[in-house]
Structure formats: structure tokens, C-alpha cells
């Protein structure tokens, strides 16, 4: 079977896995039903392969091509959870790839000179417990072993309890430098995501890989962002009988903070998004007595995102006492490893000729390893429409096979 005939088997293996029946979005959440499922297919398709399979104490899972404890490790792999009805493509794409890949080497009678290894991250998405990346930044020492295995879900579970029902020991959890000193480079193949304008040889301005013409992508670097908690505390009072000039209502304030997020990140040249709410005691006819809003700014740098939130904070606490945003999590912009770049583009150049090189607001894991001292490098498959964490989010078959290819040829380069 060729890489488009193993590509295919394993799509069609993860596509139903954890899919909405009525949003056809993804709901795949860390230590879940569907993310076990998805951590089942990833072991029973390492052992086809005879790779060795283990869970780090974060739950990273590894397929190993040679002998980790050889060091200087060449991985590849992404992530298999998802956002709240996500799309398929965004870090599943990466795994399957990497198989695939892996599949592609073989057929071509390689051998590498040093280890390989396939790895899927756990939690990269961080929609269930609130920190994304989860298991690289537990991994590398950016989120504290006893804040990841403190926090909580929505229903007040947290990350050390998830992890024991799913047969996981949450004492093993916390910074791994051994396993980071066996690292030698990290290559992560991704979908594309949004629509970065781009400059043409002959110096037309186009936006996207598709606009480009171009099936696969360069990362340059991430931007930087972060997570940020706003309370909006009120008092809580019957919706039908309280005169408006008598309410304390926290829903007005969240509100104002919304359109204030909007027209900073405009004045800024950055974005922002409030995408989840709490609303307590959250009754149709009650005035709320408290609202929870989590904000998520970007930017090309970490002065315009600082920015923003500023001048959002402004909104948040009471009527009588404001408060400043609760800060949850913070990437600094990652630059990644100009010379593992240029590896990677002349390891492409034969089949795809110069790719183009773009930045990406969107956090990866490939993203925690570079700022921890891994070399990283990211490439990324054309998305037609840009559009992500989204049931729309798309590639198309012939794109995904290009990337596979494109990721056998960068790992033969550095193999």
C-alpha cells in the first residue's frame, strides 16, 4: 500500500472518532472518551509499524523509530485533541502524517543515523482544563507540575483526577529534562490556519498559501498571546421585578468589555476574541451576580498585545471596585531556528521549488520546544479558506499527500 493508500486508512480510522453528530465539529478533550480513543488508534498503529510506544509522565505519547536513549532525536508528530467543535485536519493532519511519512521512508529504503520518533502531545488544545499545550509546557517546566495537576474542568474535575480514570499516574507529572536532552529537533507538520498576506516572486501581494499557489508552508515564528480571565461581579436580583435603574448587572459590563476588546485590538493592530463565558447563577429570569469571561489577544508583538489588554482591564471587577484581568497563560513571540529553516527549504526545494515563509498567530507545540532550547522547525499544508477550529476547517487530499511528502523528504534530510 502507497502513502496515499496509508493515508487514507488512517483518516478514515480517526474521522468518526469523537465527531458531533449535529455540528460535524470535533470534540476531543484531554483524558475523554474520544481523546483515549484517539491515544488507542495512535498505539495500534505505532505497533504495525514495530515502533516502541510509551506515555511520559505528562501522557505524551511516543512511537519510537531506534533507540531513545541514543539522544539527539529527530521527532515529528502533533496533537489529536481539539477545540470545541474543531475541525479534523488541525493536529491530527500532523500524526497521520508522520506515519504516513514514516511509511514513505521505508518504502524508499531508508535507514536513519539516529532515532525517530512520532509523538502526539497531550492536551495541546487545553479546551478542557484552560492552558493550552498542556503537555509539552508540563514537559519543558512552563506550566508547574502542581498548577497543571490542579486545574479543573467545567465540571469542577481536575487534570490529576482526569488522568487517574484514565489509568494515567498524575504523580508523574512535571518538567522532563532527561527526555528533553534526548531531543535533537522537532519538525511538526500543521494545517494552515488563517490567511497570512504574502509577497509573490514576481511581488504580487496574496493572501495565504492558496492565494501563493503553493501546497506547503515555512513557519517563520508564532506570535505571542495569552489567556486572560475578566470578572465581572454584580448582584444578583429577578430579572422581572428589579427597576433598571436599581440593577448591578455584570452582563452590561462584560458587554462593554467585549466591544472595548474589539476596538483595541482595531487600535492596536493586534486581535482579540472573548470566546468563553460563565455566567453565574446563569437563570433566564435572574439578573446575574457574577459573569467570567476569558479573553484570547494576539499580535505580531508582545507590545500590542500587552496593549489591548490593558486597555480591556479597564472594564472588569465591579461597579464599585474594577480589578485588574487574571493572566492564565503567556507565549512570548517564538522565533524559530533559522538554520534548521534553510535545512528544511532545501530539503523541499526539489519537489516543491522555494515554499513560502510565513508567521502564525496560532500556538503549536513545536512553539514550547523551540523557546525551551529544541530546535524546531514547522511546515504547514495549504488550507484553502484559512478558516480553523472550525467543522469548516479543510485541505485538500492531494495537499495532505504533498505534505506527507514534503515531511518524508525533510526527514530523510535530517535522518
Not at 345 to 374: E, N, Q, S, W, Y
Request: glycine share 12%; net charge negative; proline share 6%.
Amino acid at each position: 500500500m502507497g502513502a496515499d493508500g496509508t493515508f487514507e486508512r488512517m483518516w478514515s480510522e480517526l474521522e468518526p472518532v469523537g465527531r458531533h453528530p449535529r455540528s460535524g465539529g470535533y470534540r476531543r478533550f484531554a483524558w475523554a472518551d474520544a481523546d483515549l480513543e484517539c491515544r488507542t488508534w495512535f498505539v495500534a498503529n505505532a505497533a504495525e509499524r514495530d515502533l516502541d510506544v510509551e506515555a511520559d509522565g505528562n501522557g505524551n505519547l511516543w512511537a519510537w523509530w531506534g533507540d531513545p536513549e541514543a539522544g539527539n532525536a529527530l521527532v515529528t508528530g502533533s496533537h489529536l485533541d481539539s477545540v470545541p467543535d474543531g475541525g479534523a485536519f488541525d493536529g491530527p493532519l500532523g500524526v497521520v502524517s508522520a506515519f504516513a511519512a514514516l511509511d514513505v521512508l521505508r518504502a524508499r529504503g531508508f535507514t536513519p543515523s539516529r532515532p525517530v520518533a512520532i509523538v502526539a502531545f497531550s492536551d495541546e488544545e487545553g479546551a478542557r482544563f484552560g492552558v493550552a499545550c498542556g503537555g509539552s509546557r508540563l514537559m519543558t517546566g512552563e506550566l508547574d507540575a502542581d498548577r497543571g495537576r490542579a486545574l479543573t474542568d467545567a465540571e469542577g474535575v481536575t487534570m490529576a483526577e482526569a488522568m487517574a480514570a484514565a489509568g494515567h499516574d498524575p504523580a508523574g507529572v512535571g518538567t522532563d529534562p532527561e527526555r528533553l536532552s534526548r531531543l535533537g529537533q522537532f519538525v511538526e507538520l500543521h494545517v494552515e490556519q488563517g490567511r497570512v498576506p504574502l509577497t509573490t516572486p514576481d511581488g504580487a501581494r496574496v493572501w495565504g498559501l492558496d492565494g501563493y499557489g503553493a501546497p506547503i508552508g515555512l513557519a517563520s515564528m508564532i506570535w505571542p498571546h495569552g489567556r486572560w480571565r475578566f470578572d465581572f461581579a454584580g448582584r444578583a436580583d429577578h430579572a422581572g421585578t428589579t427597576a433598571l435603574g436599581d440593577r448591578d448587572d455584570p452582563m452590561i459590563r462584560y458587554a462593554d468589555a467585549v466591544l472595548a476588546a474589539r476596538a483595541a485590538a482595531e487600535r492596536h493592530t493586534a486581535v482579540a476574541t472573548f470566546g468563553k463565558v460563565s455566567v453565574h447563577p446563569n437563570g433566564v429570569n435572574a439578573i446575574p451576580s457574577l459573569v467570567q469571561a476569558w479573553l484570547d489577544a494576539r499580535g505580531s508583538d508582545e507590545e500590542r498585545v500587552r496593549a489591548t489588554v490593558a486597555d480591556v482591564s479597564g472594564h472588569t471587577g465591579s461597579r464599585t471596585s474594577p480589578q485588574p484581568a487574571v493572566e492564565e497563560s503567556w507565549t512570548p513571540a517564538v522565533r524559530f531556528d533559522d538554520a534548521l529553516r534553510d535545512v528544511v527549504a532545501t530539503a523541499l526545494k526539489p519537489r516543491f521549488g522555494a515554499v513560502p515563509v510565513l508567521p502564525t498567530g496560532a500556538g503549536h507545540d513545536a512553539g514550547i520546544l523551540a523557546a525551551a532550547g529544541v530546535p524546531a522547525a514547522m511546515l504547514f499544508v495549504r488550507n484553502p479558506t484559512g478558516v480553523s477550529h472550525s467543522p469548516a476547517e479543510s485541505a485538500d487530499r492531494a495537499d495532505c499527500l504533498s505534505g506527507v511528502e514534503a515531511l518524508a523528504d525533510v526527514l530523510e534530510a535530517l535522518g
